[in-house]
T-cell receptor, first 113, second 112 residues
Framework: TQLLEQSPQFLSIQEGENLTVYCNSSSVFSSLQWYRQEPGEGPVLLVTVVTGGEVKKLKRLTFQFGDARKDSSLHITAAQPGDTGLYLCAGGYYGGSQGNLIFGKGTKLSVKP | DSGVTQTPKHLITATGQRVTLRCSPRSGDLSVYWYQQSLDQGLQFLIQYYNGEERAKGNILERFSAQQFPDLHSELNLSSLELGDSALYFC???????????FGSGTRLTVV
């Protein structure tokens, strides 16, 4: 069974701080996606990375896919209260019994003003 | 509005009952996925349909079933409900079998 481990599980920081959350697996994925979920809502896709070593930036968010395509990180610069939410990584692959995405359990981020 | 519509938003029912959750995918998306989300298990994949055909099956109990209709909307049927079935149920759609998913807002099921 393919697993995605996310760390830390919980993170509480002050507005303006930087943070990094991690997503690790022993499996190789064809792509890696990051979603953010707010209470009472479904996850919303932030980014998809497909090439080992790829780095993508979305305003204050920087996403990196590991060279071996087994891990990924999300770095937020100068966090704001609006960044609060559950961050989920999802590994993509073709076929199998899990649809096409395996989700980690998420990092719950709280940014205090 | 993500474009994926799920109804109802909330559902409270008794143990042993049967419920149907409905999902309308984003316009043009052929794939529909159902997920169950609980606090301790995270997002668990249940089942995928592609253009009316079952494509993949995950951790779906035998008491649960789903289908996708010709107009591409999908229904998830949950029967003989148990307390442990209380969770958020999400539907997602995608344009192809790979790529990012668009999720609905979910149905919160409470079994009492």
């Amino acid at each position: 069974t393919q697993l995605l481990e996310q760390s830390p599980q919980f993170l509480s920081i002050q507005e303006g701080e930087n943070l990094t959350v991690y997503c690790n697996s022993s499996s190789v994925f064809s792509s890696l996606q990051w979603y953010r979920q707010e209470p009472g809502e479904g996850p919303v896709l932030l980014v998809t990375v497909v090439t080992g070593g790829e780095v993508k930036k979305l305003k204050r968010l920087t996403f990196q896919f590991g060279d071996a395509r087994k891990d990924s990180s999300l770095h937020i610069t100068a966090a704001q209260p609006g960044d609060t939410g559950l961050y989920l990584c999802a590994g993509g692959y073709y076929g199998g019994s899990q649809g096409n995405l395996i989700f980690g359990k998420g990092t719950k981020l709280s940014v205090k003003p | 509005d993500s474009g994926v519509t799920q109804t109802p938003k909330h559902l409270i029912t008794a143990t042993g009952q049967r419920v149907t959750l409905r999902c309308s995918p984003r316009s043009g998306d052929l794939s529909v996925y159902w997920y169950q989300q609980s606090l301790d298990q995270g997002l668990q994949f249940l089942i995928q349909y592609y253009n009316g055909e079952e494509r993949a099956k995950g951790n779906i109990l035998e008491r649960f079933s789903a289908q996708q209709f010709p107009d591409l909307h999908s229904e998830l049927n949950l029967s003989s409900l148990e307390l442990g079935d209380s969770a958020l149920y999400f539907c997602a759609s995608s344009a192809r079998d790979r790529g990012g998913y668009t999720f609905g807002s979910g149905t919160r099921l409470t079994v009492v």
